[in-house]
């Protein structure tokens, strides 16, 4: 297997297991964590109503689980495009798909868990990422060329 597609492939399964972990982690760990952190902290708003910070701490690092593991999916399928196709476009999406975890569920992992709000304002960078790394995968499958032998029906 070529290097890249072994990198994006290896990267992929790293970070599935993690997002795995992390999810278990957030469903088993972090309610009694996040009610003692976030207990005397003000209530926020939540689609028009008020909620413990603590709900809403828990949900913000549900969705940087969600966000990260459908994102180590989609660098799964960067790997395994990249072992049949070099792409300036698949390396983009690959780098944009990676570092959009990171910056995205990352800055609302340590949000959430060490309660540094400021990490707010790095996640839509991260959000961003995700979205050029989708636009980039589109842009990659549109340039693959179509072998005319093996797209042919069978006679």
């Known amino acids: 297997m070529e290097s890249s597609a072994r990198f994006w492939i290896t990267a992929a399964a790293v970070l599935g297991g993690l997002a795995v972990t992390l999810g278990a982690f957030g469903a088993h760990g972090l309610d009694s964590y996040f009610e003692k952190k976030y207990a005397e902290t003000?209530?926020?708003?939540?689609?028009?109503?008020?909620?413990?910070?603590?709900?809403?701490?828990?949900?913000?690092?549900?969705?940087?689980?969600?966000?990260?593991?459908?994102?180590?999916?989609?660098?799964?399928?960067?790997?395994?495009?990249?072992?049949?196709?070099?792409?300036?476009?698949?390396?983009?999406?690959?780098?944009?798909?990676?570092?959009g975890i990171?910056?995205?569920?990352?800055?609302?992992?340590?949000?959430?868990?060490?309660?540094?709000r400021w990490m707010g304002a790095i996640a839509p960078i991260g959000g961003t990422l995700l979205i050029v790394g989708w636009v980039a995968l589109v842009c990659a499958a549109w340039s693959q060329t179509v072998d005319d032998k093996t797209s042919q029906p069978a006679p």
């Open 102 to 116: 990171i910056l995205f569920s990352g800055s609302l992992y340590v949000l959430t868990i060490f309660g540094l």
């Open 42 to 99: 003000e209530d926020r708003i939540v689609t028009g109503e008020k909620v413990p910070a603590a709900v809403k701490y828990l949900a913000d690092f549900k969705t940087g689980v969600r966000y990260h593991m459908w994102h180590a999916l989609a660098l799964l399928g960067v790997g395994i495009l990249t072992r049949n196709a070099k792409s300036k476009s698949l390396s983009i999406a690959g780098w944009s798909f990676l570092l």
